[in-house]
């Protein structure tokens, strides 16, 4: 079955660039999503479709995917970014979560 | 707006089954595939299966098979998760999710099941 890797946790300082990796066989043929959530709250999408900002998400969250890896960018990251974040792509119809990654912003 | 409801908490004791309800609204729900995902507590997303409202086609996670049944109901917009079986490490935090864009677009709020003797 298709895996993705992501760290378990990265630290930045407040209006620094927070990078976070997602790693899996070919990803960059298949679309990367990535899931904000925060305690007690359902994941929110931040980008889909490896590059695109839904409306309402900040510019400062960009994505980018290619070969084995995709990457979300937080530009100029703020407190209220510390969050879970998931990449998930599709196996056929299923759908593969990596296993997350803590932002700590601070 | 699209929105998912659903059901609220349930606590059920080991080995028996639990059948969760969302709701859809702001859009026809047999335009959109919607999925199941749970989480546990302190733990990552965990995908369950797939339904295609259209048809009623459904995909499972390996995981699940034979004790997942995912269904829907056209005329009031509400697909079904019923997991069987229930044991302690089932309790989590179910979530239905619409697919748009490529991505899992629109979450329900979740619904925790907890299971316990």
């Known amino acids: 079955s298709y895996e993705l890797t992501q760290p378990p946790s990265v630290s930045v300082s407040p209006g620094q660039t927070a990078t976070i990796t997602c790693s899996g066989d070919?990803?960059?043929?298949?679309?990367a999503s990535w899931y904000q959530q925060k305690p007690g709250q359902p994941p929110v999408v931040v980008i889909h479709q490896d590059t695109k900002r839904p409306s309402g998400i900040p510019e400062r969250f960009s994505g980018f995917s290619s070969g084995n890896t995709a990457t979300l960018t937080i530009s100029g990251a703020q407190p209220m970014d510390e969050a879970d974040y998931y990449c998930?792509?599709?196996?056929?119809?299923?759908?593969?979560f990596g296993g997350g990654t803590t932002l700590t912003v601070l | 707006q699209v929105q998912l409801v659903q059901s609220g908490a349930e606590v059920k004791k080991p080995g028996a089954s639990v059948k969760l309800s969302c709701k859809a609204s702001?859009?026809?729900?047999?335009?959109?595939?919607m999925h199941w995902v749970r989480q546990a507590p302190g733990q990552g997303l965990e995908w369950m299966g797939i339904?295609?409202?259209?048809?009623?086609?459904?995909g499972y996670a390996q995981k699940f098979q034979g004790r997942v049944i995912m269904t829907r109901d056209t005329s009031t917009s509400t697909v079904y998760m019923q997991l069987t079986g229930l044991r302690p490490e089932d309790t989590a935090v179910y979530y239905c999710?619409?697919?748009?864009?490529?991505?899992?677009?629109?979450w329900g709020q979740g619904t925790l099941v907890t299971v316990s003797s």
């Open positions: 070919k990803l960059g043929q298949r679309y």
């Open positions: 339904i295609n409202p259209n048809d009623g086609g459904t």
């Open positions: 999710a619409r697919v748009a864009h490529q991505c899992l677009e629109t």
């Open positions: 702001g859009y026809i729900l047999t335009r959109n595939h």
């Open positions: 998930q792509a599709w196996d056929s119809s299923n759908v593969v």
